[in-house]
């Protein structure tokens, strides 16, 4: 029988736990993540075969990259998308998306933040998507710093839309949201302007170290905010381009030590380029991160 002294001594254990090492409790170290943009030209040419490969290679979760336009996944619908990644034991958490402000061929696109949004969602449920992320601002819909104050409002109404079918919304940065613009950096203009509980943010490793900024103060800056990572390494060279995750200079496990007061619930490693195979390249990552991370 649990009585009020063994609850508290219980609580005082797990609160003890937590002090020590609170990266424990933020994620589940089960899932180990792959935005399959860093495979996007098998999953162009054969999307069954290369999930199978990613499974095989020991990722459990993958982000998806390619929905918007076609409003389908890799080619697929819902229910059959679901079904090839259960048949590989995998589930997507997390799934890319864009803004929906620039046309394509003259032509607004589909199943994007700002066109046929319900439709988006209603299909990333069918998935079991619980992060719809908008992945990136082109150069025309990125603009002045009250353009940006704009675009966290259609956030927050699309972030409104995706809490009604139990999803929440990311944002996604790259490094051109750390350019000021009278005197102040964009990506604090989009946290200010969207609500905090309908907008979280994916926070890219490699993009806000390029921009000369510190993944940890961001995070003690806004706690709670970053649900979502992207574990990409910097190579060492002057160049400073991607690299496989352990092989470059961002400090991954003591980001990490931060997981908790991140918000962090999953992480995706991605390689934007991969100097040859991206399957070699996927699973030196892996192999680091069960070595050293999770």
Known sequence: MTTRRSFLKTSAVLSAGMLVAPQLFAYDKKYIGLQLYTVRDYMQKDPVATLAKVA???????????????????G???????????????VMPSSHYRLGEEQVNGASQKGTLLNDW????????????????????????????????????????????????????????HDFEFIQEDGKFPYETLLANSDKNLVK??????WVTKANQDPIALINEHPGRFPL????????????????V???????????????????KY?????????????TSITESVAYIKSNLV
């Open 118 to 173: 319900q439709r988006a969602v209603d299909d990333a449920a069918a998935v079991g998507v619980k992060y719809m992320v908008c992945a990136y601002l082109s150069t025309s819909e990125r603009g002045s710093l009250d353009h940006y104050k704009k675009v966290g409002a259609d956030f927050n109404k699309a972030g409104e839309i995706c809490k009604k079918s139990g999803i929440q919304l990311c944002y996604h940065n």
């Open 246 to 264: 352990g092989n470059g200079i961002i400090d991954f496990k003591k980001i990490f030590k931060y997981a908790d007061k991140a918000g962090l």
């Open 229 to 244: 990572w992207h574990i990409k390494d910097m190579d060492k060279t002057t160049d400073r381009m991607f690299t496989e």
């Open 267 to 279: 992480f995706f490693v991605e390689q934007d380029k991969c100097p040859g195979d991206p399957y």
């Open 56 to 74: 095989q290679i020991g990722y459990t979760s993958v982000e998806g990259a390619t929905y918007t336009g076609s409003e389908m996944f890799y």
């Open 76 to 90: 697929m619908d819902s229910k059959t998308f679901a079904k090839v990644l259960k048949d590989n034991g995998l």
């Open 201 to 206: 943010m994916e926070m890219d490793m490699y």
